[in-house]
C-alpha cells in the first residue's frame, strides 16, 4: 500500500471510529430517529449535484426499489439501531462491536450463498462472538434501564451492513459506485423523514449537539464514503477490511479523550479476542483462503 493511500487508509478509520462518538454527543438532545434522519438529510444534500445530473436520474429511476432496500440495510436501520444503542452504552463499546461486520458477512455468505466455510474461519466466528460475549456480559441486563436491548441493537446494525454488502455487491456490480451510495443516502433520508419530524425534540438541542449532527452528515457519512469508494478504486478488497480493526481502536480513543469514556481490562480483552476472531473469519489470518 502506498502512502498517500495508507493515510486516507488511516483517515477513513479515524473518520468512522469518530462517529460513535459524535452520535453519543448529540443523540441525548434530538433522540435517535431525529438524529439519524438529520444526517442522512445532510449526507443526501452533499450528493445531490451529482443526483441532478441528467445522466444519473435514469439510473435512479431504474433502480428505485434495490435503492430503498440498500438504503434501509445500509443506512436508516443501522444508523437509527447505533443512535439509539449510544444513548446507554459507551462510544468505544459500540465502535468494538462494530468489528463484528465482517463475522456477520461470512454467516451469511455461508448460510445465503451456501458456501463452505474452512476450519479457520469457523474457528474465527466461535472466536469473535467469545470476545462479544466477555465485552458485553455485564451488559446484558434486560430490565428496565438496562443496557441489553442496547446491546442487541448494536450487534443487529453490524448484521444490517453485513447483508447490505452481499445484497450491494450483487446489485449493483455493473454500476457506477456512485450510485448506491449517493442514490441510497437520499432513499433513507426519505424514509426517515416522517419519523424524525414527528419525533422532534421539543427544545430546541444546543449548537454543540448541532455541530455534531454536521461532522456526522458531512465528514462521517458523504466524506467518508468518497474516501472509501476512492480506496476502493486504488487498494485490493482483502486490504481495504483491514479497516475494521482500526475503527475499534480509534472508537475507543476518541471515547477516552474527548468523552471521558474508561477503558477497562474487561474492554481490552474483549477488543483483542474480537478482533482476533474477526482476523481470522475474514482469512487475515490461518491461511485462510477468500
Not at 85 to 105: E, K, N
Not at 184 to 190: H, K, R, T, V, W
Not at 255 to 261: D, W
Amino acid at each position: 500500500m502506498a502512502q498517500v493511500e495508507l493515510i486516507r487508509f488511516l483517515m477513513l478509520a479515524a473518520i468512522w471510529g469518530s462517529s460513535y462518538m459524535f452520535m453519543r454527543i448529540a443523540a441525548p438532545a434530538f433522540g435517535p430517529l431525529p438524529l439519524v434522519m438529520l444526517r442522512l438529510a445532510g449526507a443526501a444534500l452533499f450528493f445531490l449535484p451529482w443526483l441532478l445530473r441528467a445522466p444519473v436520474r435514469p439510473l435512479l429511476r431504474r433502480n428505485v426499489p434495490a435503492l430503498f432496500l440498500v438504503a434501509a440495510l445500509n443506512s436508516a436501520i443501522p444508523f437509527s439501531l447505533l443512535a439509539f444503542s449510544v444513548l446507554r452504552l459507551q462510544a468505544g463499546f459500540c465502535a468494538i462491536l462494530g468489528a463484528t461486520v465482517p463475522m456477520f458477512a461470512v454467516a451469511i455468505d455461508a448460510l445465503w450463498w451456501r458456501h463452505a466455510l474452512q476450519p479457520a474461519r469457523l474457528a474465527g466466528l466461535a472466536l469473535g462472538f467469545a470476545g462479544v460475549t466477555i465485552l458485553a456480559w455485564d451488559h446484558l441486563d434486560f430490565s428496565a434501564g438496562g443496557t441489553g436491548w442496547s446491546v442487541l441493537a448494536t450487534l443487529g446494525a453490524s448484521a444490517c451492513y453485513a447483508f447490505a454488502a452481499h445484497y450491494g455487491k450483487h446489485r449493483f456490480a455493473n454500476q457506477p459506485v456512485m450510485l448506491p451510495a449517493a442514490g441510497s443516502m437520499m432513499a433513507a433520508a426519505l424514509m426517515l423523514l416522517p419519523l424524525g419530524l414527528f419525533q422532534w425534540p421539543a427544545q430546541t438541542p444546543p449548537m454543540p449537539d448541532w455541530f455534531a449532527v454536521a461532522v456526522l452528515a458531512v465528514v462521517c457519512t458523504a466524506c467518508a464514503y468518497l474516501l472509501y469508494y476512492k480506496l476502493i478504486a486504488r487498494i485490493s478488497a482483502t486490504a481495504l477490511t483491514g479497516v475494521t480493526f482500526v475503527i475499534p481502536v480509534f472508537g475507543v480513543l476518541w471515547g477516552a479523550l474527548f468523552l471521558h469514556e474508561a477503558i477497562t481490562s474487561r474492554v481490552i480483552a474483549g477488543m483483542a479476542v474480537t478482533l482476533l476472531g474477526t482476523a481470522f473469519t475474514t482469512g487475515m489470518l490461518g491461511g485462510a483462503k477468500r
